[in-house]
């Protein structure tokens, strides 16, 4: 939790994680490929605050990746109907994504007034959480086999739509086809000396850039390639 109530912070340098001692090998190969971060509220939502705030700051400067990322909002409705969601139930949630949006087309800097509303916030992360169980849902013969649950609707149920569950690697893959969003996650886990990298879905162009370290996600900044 962040002292002053912020759920996404403003950049900061990447040297702002780095312990105070001798920074590690994996904290140097950190800053040679990042020169910022921007710190998310651990609350539970991290991972899908930071996934949408990353994607549609990526995006605040293409009026046409803009409406896409609207249209597959809009389009997304689908998702939820064909797994049994009543609209009466996400419409509330969609309408706020939407909302988003349209204020970010409008006003490049109301992505981050929006996502420290705690209100607007979590009404995006309740949206995404519902799309994330709609999509595992509708294409349960698939994701079956990787959620350890006996029943995929059940862990859909429990781990997925209700807020403050920490995500996994499923809903995370699921979210990425969901919404079509290549997201590129650099993992500080392990012993090994060498950061892992996760391109989700494989072989994809990512939009975004996350930092996960101790089941926490932050949003990165890549240095710019030379």
Do not use: W
Not at 46 to 60: D, I, K, M, N, P
Not at 128 to 134: E, G, Q
Not at 198 to 214: C, D, K, N, R
């Amino acid at each position: 939790q962040m002292e002053d109530g912020t759920l996404i912070s403003s950049s900061e340098d990447i040297s702002s994680l780095f312990p105070i001692q001798t920074p590690s090998a994996k904290y140097q190969d950190l800053g040679s490929q990042f020169s910022g971060v921007r710190k998310v509220c651990g609350d539970g939502n991290c991972f899908y605050r930071a996934f949408c705030f990353a994607h549609l700051e990526s995006v605040l400067h293409s009026a046409r990746a803009l409406q896409r990322f609207k249209n597959k909002i809009i389009q997304s409705s689908k998702i939820l109907t064909s797994a049994g969601f009543e609209e009466s139930f996400f419409k509330h949630y969609m309408d706020t994504v939407l909302h988003v949006v349209e204020q970010c087309q409008a006003d490049a800097n109301a992505l981050f007034r929006l996502f420290n509303d705690p209100t607007t916030s979590d009404s995006v992360v309740q949206y995404l959480r519902l799309l994330t169980s709609a999509h595992l849902q509708n294409h349960a013969d698939f994701f079956c086999n990787f959620v350890e649950a006996p029943d995929l609707q059940v862990y859909c149920h429990q781990e997925v739509e209700p807020m403050a569950m920490e995500c996994d690697h499923v809903d995370i893959l699921a979210l990425s086809q969901a919404l079509d969003i290549c997201i590129h996650i650099v993992s500080m886990e392990g012993d090994e000396e060498q950061l892992a990298h996760h391109i989700i879905p494989e072989g994809g162009e990512p939009s975004l850039y996350l930092l996960y370290q101790g089941s926490h996600y932050n949003i990165l900044y890549p240095r710019p390639q030379l």
